[in-house]
């Protein structure tokens, strides 16, 4: 066969800057087998590569300098304003080392993570509708994307290529997508045909996906499932037929003014799929560890979750009730790791489900040790009630390093509402399990979800806390009511009303509709809310970096006679750089990192008294200012000498401030200093409740620790 394809994977999608998404390599594959030439480019990955390089980065950070200069020159700064000027004494420690750069070179993943989020305002347009985003295109508005096509030779990119298609996942990708499909138009002209799919276009309204069929540069919108589609497209094409969009199946198309819809095709069985075939020449670029996706199942063996929409990624007549799901028959998936493990030199993989079931992960864990396989998987899990210690202990054996779980909520009732099918009691048992196997917790949860009243977020938070030991990373994803949820019929129920079914962007999407609840959260305590929850992600965050520190410095394999200590200019921390390779079994929590230090926090009493170094060690630590309590005295000194910026005056205001905001919320109970009218403590105490997480949120400029010390914000307990 002659027929060559192009398939585009395009900006923006950070989760794919490890390892590309699935789509493409799985596409791609399948193609392949089929006898077609496929060329694959991940658009994203060049994107972020090309933004966040040498000279971008040194230009952009360099204009942040003036930035830095006008706050300086403020009497007194407000919170958002002092996060600024540290985030901006980041950016010049790394322009210092920009320096060092050649000009082609890549930053190292460090650098690379650390410029992306100094610059994230700058690598996004605004997210728009999908009438929003048509208007652009059409008007052909300047975006930030733009720029980075302007560079690209898509001339080479499609030259002597048959068929074109682009690949849309995630609601940020919308804008990109349709730019790059209007770009090749005038390219390619009309004789080669241009078609868009993905998840986030299967899940649009039915009214969107006719606005993009009828789009000039759109010749057919693909849903759900691609291998069919484009293997019968690109068959059309290969036997030099007229292109017939009514017998592609799963798609939509127009001719003149009129949008039709083709005939429904269920996809191959999982059985049949070929395993996915990645680009080896982009793989390199990747930020480390280098995972690739690998396809479990699809659909969800659960299913019933109301505010979910995935069971809606499937064609119609295929998902046979909501609980639906097909899965890789193991021995195929282990052979696909296998494969891809011997030809990319990767261990490390991440497995595409919805959720795992408990029958067959066994099964998968005892199919990977009888053939001894060295992996590291990752993945989504359900809470289930049938879950044992010695289920993860097996998981574990098997390469298990990081499972995902979508708790959602930790109250019975919002359980039950949401139809989850499981308890705050087997959360529990659950996290704990995967904890003690030596499993990273990941806690996905909806802490506004519709009905849940102040007291139950109140709550949440204090089971977070109490379970801090046991979680590794909170994921706060705030409801968003998606046009194909099921709560859209149980609106009495769930305690809101629709205000609009026109669709509107979220950060779920351009599908989603506007709703008003009519009980639980106002609109101020959801802006609480979700500032809480960003402080409570810092706070787990930093607690279990402190617990994986004090696990490897006491571990038999760490070296104190390898270690040297470098003070920083920040209140962060201290640099022990070490060999990774040094760190074996008692080590394995740090080998998900590629670290070229280790970054050790010497603000923390409880990591002090843990401590056992040699003498000369300990000295070292303990000329550190910051070693112990946080008198104020101590906090000011420091924020005068380092920081550069604010006179001994201007600490004076910005510490009273923050104290006075940090007693009205109850988060201290007193301080004992000349300036204050308060009494006692040299030290500040957090008190066990937090009576508004608001005043944590949005008034403190400290966090909250576990060892009952607050520490100035973005310091690590």
């Not at 040498?54 to 204009?63: D, G, L, P, R």
């Not at 998936?333 to 030809?343: F, G, H, Q, T």
């Not at 129920?493 to 629709?498: A, D, K, Q, R, V």
């Not at 080590?587 to 040699?614: E, K, M, W, Y």
Request: net charge neutral; proline share 4%; charged share 25%.
């Amino acid at each position: 066969m002659n027929t060559k394809i192009l398939l585009a994977f395009p900006p923006h999608c950070e989760t794919s800057l490890q390892g590309p998404h699935l789509a493409i390599p799985f596409l791609s594959a399948y193609l392949r087998q089929a006898g077609f030439t496929v060329r694959t480019k991940d658009l994203n990955l060049g994107f972020f590569r090309y933004m966040l390089g040498v000279q971008n980065v040194t230009k952009q950070i360099s204009e942040l300098k003036q930035y830095r200069t006008n706050l300086e020159a403020k009497a007194l700064l407000s919170e958002s304003e002092l996060d600024t000027l540290l985030e901006l004494s980041q950016a010049e420690s790394l322009h210092s080392r920009l320096m060092v750069y050649g000009e082609n070179d890549l930053l190292t993943d460090e650098d690379f993570l650390l410029a992306k989020r100094l610059l994230s305002r700058k690598l996004y347009d605004e997210t728009k509708t999908l009438d929003e985003v048509i208007q652009s295109i059409e008007e052909e508005k300047r975006s930030v994307v733009g720029s980075y096509f302007d560079r690209l030779n898509l001339t080479a990119l499609s030259e002597s290529i048959d068929l074109i298609g682009i690949s849309v996942a995630f609601h940020l990708q919308l804008h990109p997508a349709l730019e790059l499909a209007a770009r090749l138009r005038r390219i390619v002209g009309t004789s080669i045909p241009i078609v868009v799919g993905g998840s986030q276009i299967s899940l649009m309204t039915e009214e969107q996906k006719r606005k993009l069929a009828l789009l000039p540069y759109i010749d057919g919108v693909i849903v759900y499932e691609g291998e069919v589609p484009l293997t019968t497209l690109a068959s059309q094409i290969d036997a030099g037929q007229k292109l017939d969009f009514s017998v592609i199946p799963n798609t939509y198309y127009s001719i003149g003014e009129e949008v039709y819809k083709s005939q429904w095709h269920h996809p191959p069985a999982m059985a049949t799929l070929p395993c996915p075939e990645f680009n080896s020449k982009e793989l390199k670029d990747y930020l480390f560890p280098r995972t690739l996706p690998v396809y479990v199942s699809k659909g969800c063996y659960w299913g019933r979750c109301k505010f979910c929409d995935y069971t809606k990624l499937y064609t119609p007549g295929q998902v046979k009730s909501a609980s639906w799901a097909t899965f890789r028959p193991v021995e195929l998936l282990v052979d696909d790791i296998e494969k891809l493990a011997n030809r990319h030199g990767t261990n490390s993989f991440y497995l595409v489900s919805e959720a795992i079931p408990k029958g067959y992960y066994t099964h998968l864990a005892k199919e990977i040790i009888k053939r001894r396989l060295n992996v590291r998987l990752s993945s989504y899990c359900r809470v289930e009630k049938t879950f044992t210690a010695d289920f993860f202990r097996l998981l574990r054996k098997a390469g298990v390093r990081t499972l995902t779980f979508g708790a959602e909520a930790t109250e019975d009732r919002i359980l039950k509402l949401i139809d989850k099918g499981n308890t705050v009691s087997d959360i529990c048992r659950t996290i704990r399990y995967a904890h003690a196997a030596g499993i990273q917790v990941v806690f996905n949860l909806i802490p506004d979800y519709p009905t849940v009243t102040w007291k139950e977020v109140q709550k949440t938070i204090s089971f977070i806390r109490n379970n801090i030991d046991y979680i590794d990373v909170v994921n706060a994803q705030f409801f968003d009511l998606s046009s194909n949820s099921v709560i859209l019929n149980e609106q009495e129920e769930h305690g809101i009303s629709i205000l609009d079914n026109s669709p509107i962007k979220t950060n779920h999407g351009v599908h989603s509709v506007a709703f008003k609840r009519e009980h639980g959260l106002s609109q101020e305590q959801i802006l609480q809310t979700r500032g809480a929850f960003r402080r409570l992600s810092g706070e787990v965050r930093s607690h279990r970096k402190i617990r994986d520190l004090v696990f490897l410095i006491t571990s038999p394999q760490f070296n104190w006679q390898q270690a040297s200590f470098v003070l920083e200019s920040n209140l962060e921390v201290s640099i022990i750089p070490f060999d990774p390779s040094t760190i074996d079994q008692n080590g394995d929590v740090f080998q998900h990192q590629r670290l070229d230090s280790l970054v050790l926090v010497i603000a923390n009493p409880n990591l002090r008294r843990r401590l056992t170094c040699p003498p000369e060690v300990k000295a070292i630590l303990e000329t550190a200012e910051l070693f112990g309590p946080f008198t104020i005295e101590n906090v000011m000194e420091y924020m005068s000498k380092e920081w550069h910026i604010l006179n001994r005056e201007n600490c004076r205001k910005l510490l009273q401030n923050c104290l006075d905001a940090m007693l009205r919320a109850g988060m201290i109970s007193e301080i004992f200093h000349p300036w204050f009218n308060i009494d006692l403590a040299q030290h500040f105490r957090v008190q066990c409740e937090l009576t508004n997480p608001l005043e944590l949120a949005s008034q403190s400029t400290f966090n909250h620790s576990n060892d009952g010390v607050v520490h100035p914000r973005g310091t690590l307990p």
